[in-house]
């Protein structure tokens, strides 16, 4: 979860780490990163007001959100398509009632349960700041 968490934060442009070398390693992904989402705006419809709705941000963090919010779950499954089947997530996730949740159990994925969310991403990890998950982390 946590290396999704931080794939997350380089997309949106949210990485607190200043990477090794004085930065250029973060400064060459950053460019990459524009470039990548400047062609996302360019194909956006200036019809249906897309490309207003970003407005002029040249870093296209607004864009990068939504993108990482319409495409976290395949980040996801891409992240867990060589897990073992039974792999689980070590938290209860999967469900809309938080003490009826039941685990990941398949590939770390929620059942594909009628009427829920198929492969479902069992954790917010990428919602909590980045700082937060290094306390977190340097706890254990």
């Avoid at 997350?8 to 524009?34: C, P």
């Avoid at 941000?57 to 319409?70: F, G, H, M, Q, V």
Wanted: charged share 35%.
């Amino acid at each position: 979860a946590r290396s999704f968490a931080d794939i997350g934060d380089i997309v949106r442009g949210r990485d607190l780490y200043g990477g090794g070398g004085r930065g250029k390693g973060k400064e060459k992904l950053e460019q990459k990163l524009k470039d990548i989402f400047g062609d996302i705006y360019k194909e956006l419809s200036t019809k249906n007001g897309a490309q207003k709705h970003y407005g002029d941000d040249e870093n296209y963090y607004k864009l990068r959100e939504d993108w990482w919010t319409a495409n976290r779950q395949e980040i996801w499954k891409a992240l867990t398509c060589d897990a073992p089947d039974y792999a689980q997530y070590f938290r209860g996730t999967c469900g809309s009632d938080e003490k009826t949740a039941t685990r990941a159990s398949h590939k770390c994925r929620c059942e594909n349960k009628i009427g829920e969310p198929q492969d479902q991403v069992p954790t917010y990890f990428d919602y909590v700041p980045q700082y937060l998950r290094w306390f977190e982390e340097w706890a254990e």
